[in-house]
Protein backbone atom coordinates (compact mmCIF):
# COMPACT_ATOMS: atom_id res chain seq x y z
CA UNK A 1 0.00 0.00 0.00
CA UNK A 2 1.75 3.25 -1.19
CA UNK A 3 -0.88 5.71 -0.13
CA UNK A 4 -4.19 7.23 -0.78
CA UNK A 5 -5.23 6.38 -4.21
CA UNK A 6 -7.80 8.24 -6.02
CA UNK A 7 -9.59 7.52 -9.43
CA UNK A 8 -10.38 8.95 -12.16
CA UNK A 9 -7.39 11.31 -12.27
CA UNK A 10 -9.62 13.67 -14.55
CA UNK A 11 -12.80 13.53 -15.74
CA UNK A 12 -14.21 16.05 -18.10
CA UNK A 13 -18.37 16.09 -18.36
CA UNK A 14 -21.39 18.20 -19.77
CA UNK A 15 -23.39 20.26 -17.16
CA UNK A 16 -26.60 18.12 -16.17
CA UNK A 17 -24.38 14.78 -16.05
CA UNK A 18 -23.92 12.71 -12.37
CA UNK A 19 -20.40 12.16 -11.73
CA UNK A 20 -18.97 9.09 -9.05
CA UNK A 21 -15.59 9.52 -7.77
CA UNK A 22 -13.64 6.63 -5.88
CA UNK A 23 -10.67 7.08 -3.02
CA UNK A 24 -9.10 3.70 -1.46
CA UNK A 25 -7.67 5.19 1.78
CA UNK A 26 -4.14 3.73 3.00
CA UNK A 27 -5.25 0.28 4.36
CA UNK A 28 -5.47 0.75 8.58
CA UNK A 29 -6.50 4.31 8.40
CA UNK A 30 -9.87 4.55 9.79
CA UNK A 31 -10.83 8.46 9.23
CA UNK A 32 -11.33 9.11 5.93
CA UNK A 33 -12.37 13.29 4.18
CA UNK A 34 -12.99 14.48 0.93
CA UNK A 35 -11.78 17.92 0.28
CA UNK A 36 -12.66 20.58 -2.43
CA UNK A 37 -9.82 23.06 -4.00
CA UNK A 38 -10.57 25.48 -6.30
CA UNK A 39 -7.82 27.35 -8.58
CA UNK A 40 -5.65 29.83 -6.32
CA UNK A 41 -7.61 28.63 -3.81
CA UNK A 42 -6.71 25.82 -0.19
CA UNK A 43 -8.38 23.08 -0.10
CA UNK A 44 -11.90 23.12 1.61
CA UNK A 45 -13.28 20.76 3.79
CA UNK A 46 -16.69 18.62 2.37
CA UNK A 47 -17.26 15.45 4.43
CA UNK A 48 -15.42 13.19 7.10
CA UNK A 49 -16.24 9.38 8.00
CA UNK A 50 -14.69 7.12 10.70
CA UNK A 51 -15.17 3.94 9.23
CA UNK A 52 -18.20 3.57 8.15
CA UNK A 53 -20.33 6.30 9.70
CA UNK A 54 -20.20 9.89 7.75
CA UNK A 55 -19.84 11.95 10.77
CA UNK A 56 -19.66 15.38 9.66
CA UNK A 57 -20.51 17.02 6.57
CA UNK A 58 -20.35 20.71 5.35
CA UNK A 59 -22.31 23.33 4.03
CA UNK A 60 -20.53 22.89 1.37
CA UNK A 61 -21.51 19.67 0.40
CA UNK A 62 -25.52 20.78 -0.88
CA UNK A 63 -28.16 18.08 -1.75
CA UNK A 64 -26.66 16.85 -5.07
CA UNK A 65 -23.60 16.34 -3.56
CA UNK A 66 -23.47 12.60 -1.54
CA UNK A 67 -20.70 9.98 -0.34
CA UNK A 68 -20.25 6.87 0.86
CA UNK A 69 -17.73 4.54 2.59
CA UNK A 70 -19.81 1.60 2.92
CA UNK A 71 -17.62 -1.26 4.05
CA UNK A 72 -15.51 1.45 5.93
CA UNK A 73 -12.78 1.14 3.22
CA UNK A 74 -12.97 2.90 0.33
CA UNK A 75 -15.25 6.11 -0.25
CA UNK A 76 -17.21 7.57 -3.25
CA UNK A 77 -18.02 10.99 -3.86
CA UNK A 78 -21.26 11.65 -6.19
CA UNK A 79 -22.05 14.86 -7.95
CA UNK A 80 -25.54 15.22 -9.63
CA UNK A 81 -26.56 16.96 -11.78
CA UNK A 82 -23.16 19.11 -12.08
CA UNK A 83 -22.71 22.69 -12.67
CA UNK A 84 -20.26 24.78 -13.61
CA UNK A 85 -19.24 25.98 -10.37
CA UNK A 86 -18.76 21.96 -9.31
CA UNK A 87 -15.32 22.37 -11.64
CA UNK A 88 -12.74 21.50 -9.02
CA UNK A 89 -10.02 19.20 -7.60
CA UNK A 90 -11.94 17.00 -5.27
CA UNK A 91 -9.30 15.84 -2.72
CA UNK A 92 -9.11 12.77 -0.77
CA UNK A 93 -7.14 12.40 2.54
CA UNK A 94 -7.24 9.31 5.60
CA UNK A 95 -5.78 9.04 9.10
CA UNK A 96 -5.92 6.88 12.05
CA UNK A 97 -6.91 7.99 14.67
CA UNK A 98 -8.69 6.81 18.19
CA UNK A 99 -10.48 9.40 20.34
CA UNK A 100 -9.25 12.70 20.26
CA UNK A 101 -6.05 11.13 18.90
CA UNK A 102 -5.09 11.68 15.27
CA UNK A 103 -2.02 10.60 12.92
CA UNK A 104 -1.48 13.33 10.31
CA UNK A 105 -3.39 13.55 7.46
CA UNK A 106 -2.22 11.84 4.22
CA UNK A 107 -3.73 12.84 0.50
CA UNK A 108 -4.49 11.69 -2.59
CA UNK A 109 -3.83 12.92 -6.52
CA UNK A 110 -6.47 14.02 -6.84
CA UNK A 111 -9.72 14.06 -9.03
CA UNK A 112 -9.95 17.36 -11.47
CA UNK A 113 -13.25 17.37 -12.53
CA UNK A 114 -14.26 20.05 -15.24
CA UNK A 115 -17.92 20.99 -16.18
CA UNK A 116 -18.23 22.27 -19.92
CA UNK B 1 -14.77 30.56 12.75
CA UNK B 2 -11.21 29.67 12.23
CA UNK B 3 -9.51 31.58 9.39
CA UNK B 4 -5.89 30.62 7.91
CA UNK B 5 -3.75 33.16 6.12
CA UNK B 6 -0.47 32.74 4.84
CA UNK B 7 2.46 35.06 3.64
CA UNK B 8 3.17 36.12 1.31
CA UNK B 9 0.84 34.69 -1.81
CA UNK B 10 3.89 34.22 -3.88
CA UNK B 11 7.97 34.65 -3.65
CA UNK B 12 10.80 34.16 -5.96
CA UNK B 13 14.42 33.47 -4.73
CA UNK B 14 17.52 32.38 -6.17
CA UNK B 15 18.80 29.11 -5.55
CA UNK B 16 20.85 28.69 -2.43
CA UNK B 17 18.47 31.31 -0.30
CA UNK B 18 17.06 30.61 2.97
CA UNK B 19 13.61 31.57 3.19
CA UNK B 20 10.77 31.54 5.49
CA UNK B 21 6.97 31.25 4.75
CA UNK B 22 4.38 32.41 7.20
CA UNK B 23 1.29 31.37 8.14
CA UNK B 24 -1.37 32.75 11.20
CA UNK B 25 -5.05 31.35 12.50
CA UNK B 26 -7.05 33.56 14.18
CA UNK B 27 -8.12 30.71 16.82
CA UNK B 28 -5.15 29.64 18.28
CA UNK B 29 -7.28 26.82 20.01
CA UNK B 30 -5.97 24.04 17.67
CA UNK B 31 -4.64 20.59 18.38
CA UNK B 32 -2.11 20.26 15.56
CA UNK B 33 -0.87 22.36 12.50
CA UNK B 34 0.28 20.68 9.48
CA UNK B 35 2.61 22.13 7.11
CA UNK B 36 2.07 20.19 2.90
CA UNK B 37 3.39 20.78 -0.63
CA UNK B 38 1.80 20.98 -3.23
CA UNK B 39 3.11 20.47 -7.04
CA UNK B 40 0.81 21.81 -10.02
CA UNK B 41 -1.99 19.50 -10.59
CA UNK B 42 -1.07 17.20 -7.90
CA UNK B 43 -2.33 16.37 -4.63
CA UNK B 44 -0.91 17.34 -0.96
CA UNK B 45 2.54 15.89 0.07
CA UNK B 46 2.88 15.97 4.55
CA UNK B 47 5.72 18.13 5.26
CA UNK B 48 5.67 18.29 8.85
CA UNK B 49 3.28 18.35 11.77
CA UNK B 50 3.53 19.94 14.96
CA UNK B 51 1.39 19.36 18.13
CA UNK B 52 -0.31 22.23 19.69
CA UNK B 53 2.14 21.36 23.03
CA UNK B 54 5.35 21.64 20.50
CA UNK B 55 7.37 24.90 19.46
CA UNK B 56 9.18 23.34 16.62
CA UNK B 57 9.70 20.04 13.77
CA UNK B 58 13.09 19.74 11.53
CA UNK B 59 12.82 17.59 8.51
CA UNK B 60 15.97 17.84 6.87
CA UNK B 61 16.56 21.18 5.13
CA UNK B 62 13.11 22.47 6.68
CA UNK B 63 12.16 23.66 10.12
CA UNK B 64 8.54 24.55 11.00
CA UNK B 65 7.95 26.37 14.60
CA UNK B 66 4.33 27.28 16.14
CA UNK B 67 3.76 29.98 18.63
CA UNK B 68 -0.13 29.11 19.47
CA UNK B 69 -0.43 31.92 21.83
CA UNK B 70 0.18 34.20 19.23
CA UNK B 71 -1.17 32.39 16.08
CA UNK B 72 1.46 31.78 13.59
CA UNK B 73 3.48 29.06 12.54
CA UNK B 74 6.84 29.52 9.99
CA UNK B 75 8.37 26.78 7.44
CA UNK B 76 12.07 27.87 7.23
CA UNK B 77 13.95 26.63 3.96
CA UNK B 78 17.11 26.11 4.25
CA UNK B 79 19.62 26.72 1.17
CA UNK B 80 16.47 26.26 -1.42
CA UNK B 81 16.59 24.24 -4.38
CA UNK B 82 14.38 24.38 -7.80
CA UNK B 83 13.21 21.23 -6.99
CA UNK B 84 11.58 23.22 -3.99
CA UNK B 85 9.28 25.22 -6.06
CA UNK B 86 5.80 24.72 -5.26
CA UNK B 87 3.06 25.71 -3.48
CA UNK B 88 3.17 25.41 0.57
CA UNK B 89 0.03 25.07 2.63
CA UNK B 90 -0.50 25.54 5.99
CA UNK B 91 -3.46 23.60 7.71
CA UNK B 92 -4.79 23.69 11.52
CA UNK B 93 -7.12 21.19 12.81
CA UNK B 94 -9.29 22.32 15.84
CA UNK B 95 -9.26 20.07 19.01
CA UNK B 96 -12.14 18.15 19.94
CA UNK B 97 -15.67 19.79 21.14
CA UNK B 98 -16.79 20.42 24.48
CA UNK B 99 -18.45 17.18 25.56
CA UNK B 100 -17.16 15.31 23.03
CA UNK B 101 -17.48 15.56 19.37
CA UNK B 102 -16.77 14.68 15.53
CA UNK B 103 -14.23 16.65 13.86
CA UNK B 104 -11.50 14.81 14.42
CA UNK B 105 -8.95 15.74 11.93
CA UNK B 106 -10.60 18.08 9.82
CA UNK B 107 -8.41 20.76 8.61
CA UNK B 108 -8.90 24.60 7.73
CA UNK B 109 -6.20 25.55 5.14
CA UNK B 110 -4.51 28.78 3.87
CA UNK B 111 -4.42 29.94 0.66
CA UNK B 112 -0.56 28.78 -0.10
CA UNK B 113 2.03 30.63 -0.51
CA UNK B 114 3.36 29.80 -4.12
CA UNK B 115 7.43 29.48 -4.38
CA UNK B 116 9.83 29.67 -7.14
CA UNK B 117 13.38 28.64 -6.81
CA UNK B 118 15.02 29.44 -9.79
CA UNK B 119 18.47 28.37 -10.86
Known amino acids: DTGVSQNPRHKITKRGQNVTFRCDPISEHNRLYWYRQTLGQGPEFLTY????????KSRLLSDRFSAERPKGSFSTLEIQRTEQGDSAMYLCASSQGTGVRNTEAFFGQGTRLTVV | KQEVTQIPAALSVPEGENLVLNCSFTDSAIYNLQWFRQDPGKGLTSLLL?????REQTSGRLNASLDKSSGRSTLYIAASQPGDSATYLC??????????????????FGQGTILTVHP
Open chain 2, 91 to 108: AVRPPPRMGGGTSYGKLT
Open chain 2, 50 to 54: IQSSQ
Open chain 1, 49 to 56: FQNEAQLE
